[in-house]
């Protein structure tokens, strides 16, 4: 039999396992530019090669064009086994002209996130659902008798 020490030790780190696999893990997730660096990009005055420089890269622009940039950071907690869950967003959203010079720089929080509902709809298509008799039907006449060694190009 096992001792009541060892039994004691083993309780021990089955508490300590269950207790440490319960706390929670957060992830920082992108690249936030510090306050002191946004306070030096002025609009009117910064093009898009003097925000690269000062910023770095944005993490995603504009679908349509490239008149806004976006630097995205977040902070996700993880406990467990359940669902992810997102505790802070910071957006950082520079808008350019044309000539690519900056006209406004804004700060968005997660509050400011809206949820988007998706749509289970089908676009509908040309054409008809065939049946499996009139697909193998449909084929029928459609092979080439000759092989592929034999097949003239073009015929």
């Known amino acids: ?70 630097y995205i950071s977040s902070k996700i907690e993880t406990i467990a086994f359940f669902k992810p869950e997102e505790l802070e967003r910071q957006v950082v959203v520079i808008d350019f002209d044309r000539t690519g010079t900056v006209t406004d720089v804004r700060k968005l929080t997660l509050q400011d996130g809206k949820d988007v509902t998706m749509v289970a709809r089908e676009t509908p298509s040309a054409g008809r659902d065939l ?16 092989g592929k060694d034999d097949a003239q190009p073009g015929g």
């Not at 992830?27 to 510090?34: A, E, V």
């Not at 009139?134 to 459609?142: I, R």
Request: glycine share 8%; hydrophobic share 40%; net charge positive.
């Open 1 to 70: 039999m096992h001792s009541k020490s060892t039994v004691r030790f083993l309780l021990a780190m089955a508490f300590l396992g269950t207790a440490t696999a319960c706390e929670p893990v957060v992830d920082l997730r992108g690249n936030l530019p510090t306050p002191e660096r946004l306070t030096e990009i002025k609009p009117g005055r910064f093009t898009k090669s003097d925000v690269t420089a000062l910023l770095g890269t944005p993490a995603s622009t504009s679908v349509f064009g490239d008149e806004r940039w976006y």
């Open 131 to 146: 049946s499996i008799l009139e697909q193998l039907l449909g084929n029928v006449g459609k092979f080439n008798s000759k």
